[in-house]
């Protein structure tokens, strides 16, 4: 069921407010019943033509979402999907060849891909530079209800803070960790600040390092 998000849409009138921001963000495309095609082109369009930086990710991977997503591509600064999401996208569902399915998304005019890899940690192709991989923290999952989203949200703190993309995705990877450490969204009050943020992201371990 997708609930109001079926009904989400932006009046033709408030696109211009609707991208009034540094970071442009759309997701939930597949559930979007109004605003999945056209609406949210115009969205990405305008926010391009306006010089934001646009986030994007998904809720659904499958052939009909694919149709929605391929005119979206161009126009899109940082695509943040799961591994499971962009390989299905790429027509290779069931892989985990981060760079074979990032640069499926490359070739199509994505200026940086970041794919979140579960415990495998982070895998990101970046419009400049080498590809490179961040570990996962080594921590006991509970729940990871909202892990993407805060997974994303970390990310444009990034963005909005100017830090680098390494920088970003560690502290992206450190915002979802905390998220997975409890019940619910904000992983029982485990997420909380950006200051707490960055000291989990640089004294709770990664995964294959040592004690």
Not at 3 to 10: L, S
Not at 65 to 71: I, M
Not at 77 to 84: A, G, H, L, M, T
Not at 183 to 193: A, F, I, T, V
Request: aromatic share 8%; proline share 4%; glycine share 10%.
């Amino acid at each position: 069921c997708s609930g109001t998000a079926a009904t989400f849409t932006i009046p033709d009138d408030n696109f211009d407010e609707a991208v009034n921001a540094r970071v442009v963000h759309l997701g939930g495309t597949g559930l979007l019943d109004n605003f999945d095609g056209g609406p949210s082109l115009r969205l990405l369009k305008r926010a391009k033509e306006k010089a934001r930086t646009t986030v994007f990710d998904l809720i659904l991977a499958n052939a009909s979402t694919t149709k929605l997503v391929e005119p979206l591509i161009p126009f899109i600064d940082f695509y943040v999907p799961s591994i499971e999401e962009a390989s299905a996208l790429a027509g290779m569902e069931g892989s985990r060849d981060a760079p074979a399915v990032a640069n499926f998304f490359k070739d199509q005019g994505v200026a940086n891909v970041i794919l979140t890899m579960d415990r495998d940690g982070v895998y990101v192709d970046p419009k400049e530079g080498e590809p490179f991989s961040v570990p996962a923290h080594d921590i006991k999952v509970v729940d990871t209800t909202g892990c993407g989203d805060s997974f994303t949200a970390g990310i444009i703190v990034g963005i909005c803070k100017g830090w680098d993309l390494r920088r970003t995705v560690a502290f992206a990877n450190a915002t979802a960790a905390q998220v997975a450490l409890g019940l619910g969204s904000d992983g029982n009050g485990k997420l909380s600040s950006i200051e707490s943020t960055e000291i989990f992201m640089n004294n709770v371990k990664l995964v294959g390092q040592g004690i």
